[in-house]
């Protein structure tokens, strides 16, 4: 089994910036495939981000393209999500997921084998 722990959530203030981290544990070499998702409250959860294993390829949405970067620490089996000028709809609990390998499409949820529990981030405006 694979357990994810993100951490890092919390209050920003819109245009300001956040680090969000996803530790894997166990068995983290079935877990070449790292991402993203985020889930407002009456909203379904959407795709936000994600990595290969060697993160030579990343994905993103369309809404957090050029504001937001994911990156990771293979040494470390963390993955990041750095959040710049975030803006109020960016609110949302942000999921980490994980997978054998990226799925196609990256953005579909059924893909992503693993999850973490969520950590809130709120943007004040």
């Known amino acids: 089994q694979v357990q994810l722990v993100e951490s890092g959530g919390g209050l920003v203030q819109a245009g300001g910036s956040l680090r969000l981290s996803c530790a894997a544990s166990g068995r983290t070499f079935i877990t070449y495939g790292r991402g993203w998702f985020r889930q407002a409250p009456g909203k379904e959860r959407e795709f936000v981000a994600a990595?290969?294993?060697?993160?030579?390829?990343?994905y993103y949405a369309d809404s957090v393209k050029g504001r937001f970067t994911i990156s990771k620490d293979n040494a470390n089996n963390t993955v990041y999500l750095q959040m710049n000028s975030p803006k109020p709809e960016d609110a949302a609990v942000y999921y980490c997921a994980a997978a054998q390998d990226l799925p196609a499409p990256v953005a579909v949820k059924s893909g992503w084998g693993y999850w973490g529990q969520g950590t809130q981030v709120t943007v004040s405006s």
């Open positions: 990595i290969s294993w060697s993160g030579s390829r990343t």
